[in-house]
């Protein structure tokens, strides 16, 4: 082949890239880094929730509203494989969590992906499938710390009293954890059943903690006395620690 012929053969396979074409790669390129590097980031470092309202009045929980937390210490989970990482720490007694309450979403890969599509470009605002288990609770809720592995619990009057494996009596929460949180509680229309049984007085009867067990609690008891919140949690659905809470109000956790 002539040098004449091997150059008109380059010529006709180089295609010279307009501005607009370059342009338009550089963009698709720039969203795909950014995509993945949010994926990244979100999976092992830092994550976002935005948390729904449990109450059915319009009183808002403690902590309803966009919170963001840190997977890193607990172990971060990678559900596409159904895989966690191992946890740097487990949780502490006061520690305010994200925890897993729902099952998770029954939905095809296609549409979780696009959910991770639109979360990112919508701020967490706006998924095109449902993913919720309920339709007015989220399934992931900000909770706090309260029964540790091994500990005895019963609830009166809407708080909690722990008795731990150091102690001969059932002492307050607030008195064990040593920490001054804001409790909302109802008001108690109904004298409190001796026998622990009386939900609506927001009361139940004593409960052991296994040694792989948690016992988590809403600051806000409003609802928390019902029987099928009253249940221990295990470290596997317990997903991030909370660090605060950017909308609509500002506050560390």
Do not use: C
């Amino acid at each position: 082949m002539s040098k004449r012929s091997r150059a008109l053969r380059y010529y006709r396979s180089y295609k010279p890239q307009g501005p607009i074409k370059k342009s338009i790669r550089f963009v698709v390129k720039l969203i795909v880094t950014v995509f993945l590097l949010h994926l990244l980031i979100t999976t092992f470092f830092f994550r976002t929730y935005q948390i729904k309202s449990v109450q059915q009045q319009g009183k808002q929980p403690v902590y309803a509203g966009r919170v963001l937390t840190t997977p890193l210490l607990y172990g971060p989970r990678v559900d596409i494989v159904d895989y966690r990482l191992p946890a740097v720490q487990t949780p502490k007694r006061g520690d305010v969590v994200v925890v897993e309450i729902g099952d998770p979403p029954e939905l095809p890969w296609y549409a979780l992906t696009l959910n991770s599509i639109a979360r990112f470009f919508t701020f967490h605002t706006f998924v095109p499938f449902e993913e919720n288990e309920f339709s007015n609770v989220s399934r992931y809720q900000v909770m706090r710390v309260i029964g540790m592995p091994g500990d005895e619990i019963r609830m009166s009057a809407y708080r909690i009293k722990i008795k731990t494996s150091t102690s001969s009596h059932f002492i307050d929460e607030q008195e064990v954890i040593q920490s001054d949180y804001t409790l909302a509680i109802p008001s108690l229309t109904n004298a409190e059943d001796p026998s622990g049984s009386n939900s609506l007085a927001g009361a139940h009867p004593a409960m052991q903690l296994s040694g792989s067990e948690y016992l988590l609690a809403p600051d806000d008891r409003s609802r928390f006395a019902l029987s099928k919140y009253w249940q221990p949690t295990s470290l596997y659905d317990i997903v991030s620690k909370a660090l605060l809470l950017y909308w609509p109000q500002f506050a560390f956790l």
